[in-house]
T-cell receptor
């Protein structure tokens, strides 16, 4: 596809269940970012991948959150034992060259997660 | 550490009137600055960005923004509002050296919801 895609678009889960969110970046984009958008908190950076490597995972809200990227492409964000405060829209963005002045982050449509 | 402040969580203007959305930033290094727009149930779309050079930046849909270093501001304007401009607008900053986003990603303001009155 031409843009960043995310799946599912909506996810409703029960408290305590695990969820997996998927991001397909634009082909050839080397860097990938996950953000969380929640009411009152705005857009919050979670984690960044350069290739398959995430240099710093300190932005993840808790140890229930994990993320991986394989083949320099698809990334998954996993939330274990979900809590109601995890309810938010999770956005993924990719960029070809984060140092390039002419380049920018392209965002996917997001996954809306609701934890009951 | 860098931060972004957007004045006004909601701004309402009449159709045809001037749109002014305010953004102030703090950064310890020369910043790269962005404005994104988010329509309902959609991701963020880049409106414009400042990297280097001309401080008045023109973007899509008739929007423009001016980087004022002395005021640490990057306000977004449009001369004449259209109904289709109703959306959420986010100002963002990237650390120096990575115009596309550093290892800490982009730092966003909390957003301004633009309401267009007919």
């Amino acid at each position: 596809g031409a843009g960043v895609s995310q799946s599912p678009s909506n996810k409703v889960t029960e408290k305590g269940k695990d969820v997996e969110l998927r991001c397909d970046p634009i082909s050839g984009h080397t860097a990938l970012y996950w953000y969380r958008q929640s009411l009152g908190q705005g857009l919050e950076f979670l984690i960044y991948f350069q290739g398959n490597s995430a240099p710093d995972k300190s932005g993840l809200p808790s140890d229930r959150f994990s993320a991986e990227r394989t083949g320099g492409s698809v990334s998954t964000l996993t939330i274990q034992r979900t809590q109601q405060e995890d309810s938010a829209v999770y956005l993924c963005a990719s960029i070809k060259d984060r140092g390039g002045l002419g380049d920018t982050q392209y965002f996917g449509p997001g996954t809306r997660l609701t934890v009951l | 550490a860098q931060s972004v402040t957007q004045l006004g969580s909601h701004v309402s203007v009449s159709e045809g009137a001037l749109v002014l959305l305010r953004c102030n930033y703090s950064s310890s290094v020369p910043p790269y600055l962005f404005w994104y727009v988010q329509y309902p149930n959609q991701g963020l779309q880049l409106l414009l960005k400042y990297t280097t050079g001309a401080t008045l930046v023109k973007g899509i849909n008739g929007f423009e923004a001016e980087f004022k270093k002395s005021e640490t501001s990057f306000h977004l304007t449009k001369p004449s509002a259209h109904m289709s401009d109703a959306a959420e607008y986010f100002c963002a900053v990237s650390e120096g050296g990575y115009s596309g986003g550093g290892a800490d990603g982009l730092t966003f303001g909390k957003g301004t919801h633009l309401i267009i009155q007919p």
